[in-house]
Nanobody, 127 residues
């Protein structure tokens, strides 16, 4: 049974940091490109950051570029998202996801390419 379990969310003030983790089981972690997505209340789910199967390539959406860092530890089957200088507009439920389909750079940026999803962790940033 494939499981992706996010953790590390919480309530922080604007300007503070959080580190999200996503522990994966039931699949061969380094066979998958990974991504972080988020969904704010009343809004559609959107991509945040993406990473290739070996961690060598990363890509960020403009809204988080320079503030968030995606990384992975294949030995621990764990994906991370380090979030710094958080803003109220970062408030959302954050989801990790796994994909066996990726583009020429090795990252998967299309949401529908992701076949496995976690249950999400809530991040709330107060102003």
């Amino acid at each position: 049974q494939v499981q992706l379990v996010e953790s590390g969310g919480g309530l922080v003030q604007a300007g503070e940091s959080l580190r999200l983790s996503c522990t994966v089981s039931g699949l061969t972690f380094d066979d998958y490109a990974m991504g972080w997505f988020r969904q704010a209340p009343g809004k559609e789910r959107e991509g945040v950051a993406y990473i290739s199967w070996n961690g060598g390539v990363t890509k960020y959406e403009d809204s988080v570029k320079g503030r968030f860092t995606i990384s992975r530890d294949n030995g621990k089957s764990t994906l991370y998202l380090q979030m710094q200088t958080l803003k109220p507009e970062d408030t959302a439920t954050y989801y990790c996801a796994a994909s066996t389909s990726w583009g020429p750079m090795g990252v998967a940026t299309v949401m529908t390419d992701y076949g496995y999803w976690g249950q999400g962790t809530q991040v709330t940033v107060s102003s």
